[in-house]
């Protein structure tokens, strides 16, 4: 798979198998269990394979799962473009490594920031304080958000990439339906916050551009 330029994974998983991820593992080797770590070995073999992608999309099951082996996922040289799935129900705890380990990453999409929260997620969210730094070594120049619903908790997070991500030059935030009460909200918002940044802003709406603003 040396030669392959563009992925997308998407691995089947347990609501079993993401606790049994999550837990201690000697927990459940104290309990007689298989070690979870075991049954996804070769998921981290998988990204090795792999490795030379230009383009990798992944499911939200993907992220989680990779987290089990950050300790031996492959740097990606050749990648230009990460999409992360997000579900509230899954963990970015190896969006930290993965993202330090794509020296020359262009654009990152995120199809949802929500996500289940935990003490590994490092600086990639706001949600707890870290002194891990993975977005400020991250060369990313341009940041999508889609599934965007404008509550308070996802401006913060964009406020976050504003502040974090070094070499960011345009951020495209999708709305996928008009409410006009919130979207105006959030246009509000963005004009803050883009006179704090020197980054270009589009507001998307419905796949339409609403509103945009030009870096400082």
Excluded at 4 to 11: G, H, T, V, W
Excluded at 84 to 99: D, F, H, N, T, Y
Excluded at 161 to 170: A, G, Q
Aim: aromatic share 6%.
């Amino acid at each position: 798979m040396g030669n392959l330029l563009e992925a997308r994974i998407s691995l089947l998983v347990t609501e079993d198998q993401i606790e049994r991820a999550r837990a201690p593992n000697d927990d459940w080797l104290a309990n007689g269990e298989d070690n979870v770590v075991l049954q996804f070995a070769n998921v981290g073999k998988l990204m090795k394979g792999i490795q030379n992608v230009q383009c990798l999309d992944l499911s939200a099951n993907t992220l989680e799962v990779l987290s089990l082996c950050c300790e031996s996922l492959p740097v990606f040289n050749n990648l230009k473009s990460l999409t992360i799935k997000s579900e509230e129900s899954r963990g970015w705890q190896a969006m930290p490594v993965l993202l330090r380990n794509c020296p020359h990453l262009e654009t990152l999409v995120l199809e949802g920031l929500f996500h289940h929260v935990t003490n590994k997620c490092g600086d990639a969210c706001d949600c707890v304080s870290r002194e891990e730094r993975s977005l400020t070594s991250c060369p990313v120049k341009n940041l999508e958000i889609r599934g965007f619903q404008g509550t308070m908790k996802e401006m913060n997070m964009i406020k976050h990439f504003l502040d974090y991500f070094p070499c960011l030059k345009e951020i495209n935030i999708y709305i996928e339906e008009n409410a006009p009460e919130v979207t105006e909200v959030i246009a509000k918002r963005m004009k803050l916050y883009n006179k704090l940044s020197n980054c270009n802003v589009r507001l998307l709406v419905s796949g339409y551009l609403y509103k945009e603003w030009s870096a400082q």
